[in-house]
């Protein structure tokens, strides 16, 4: 059973960084394209960063291009999302999310596992 868990999230300061962590377990993580998504209070849950199979290639949202870095550490089964120049409007639940195969996903419901998330607040 493919087990995903989300650490490093907490209150920050506007300005602040925060690194989050995504262990996996239980599935070959190799295989798996991943990827962060965020959802703050009332709203959809949006598309962070994803990062391909080897870390090769990384794409970001509009919002947090320039300030977010994703990676992958593949032979520890982790990713990471390095968040630096916080923002208030960064404040979400982040989750980290795989995609099994070989296509570069499209939207959330090309993902197949998800971990339970982490909060992350920025005050003004």
């Known amino acids: 059973q493919v087990r995903m868990v989300e650490s490093g999230g907490g209150r920050v300061e506007a300005g602040a960084s925060l690194k989050l962590s995504c262990a996996a377990s239980?599935?070959?993580?190799?295989?798996?394209?991943m990827a962060w998504f965020r959802q703050a209070p009332g709203k959809e849950r949006e598309f962070v960063a994803g990062?391909?199979?080897?870390?090769?290639?990384?794409s970001y949202a509009d919002p947090v291009k320039g300030r977010f870095i994703i990676s992958r550490v593949n032979v520890q089964n982790m990713a990471f999302l390095e968040m630096n120049s916080l923002k208030p409007e960064d404040t979400a639940v982040y989750y980290c999310?795989?995609?099994?195969?070989?296509?570069?996903?499209?939207?959330?419901?090309?993902?197949?596992?998800w971990g339970q998330g982490t909060q992350v607040t920025v005050s003004s």
């Open positions: 999310a795989a995609s099994v195969g070989s296509k570069w996903p499209g939207g959330v419901n090309d993902y197949d596992y």
């Open positions: 239980g599935g070959t993580f190799t295989s798996y394209f």
């Open positions: 990062v391909s199979w080897t870390g090769a290639r990384t």
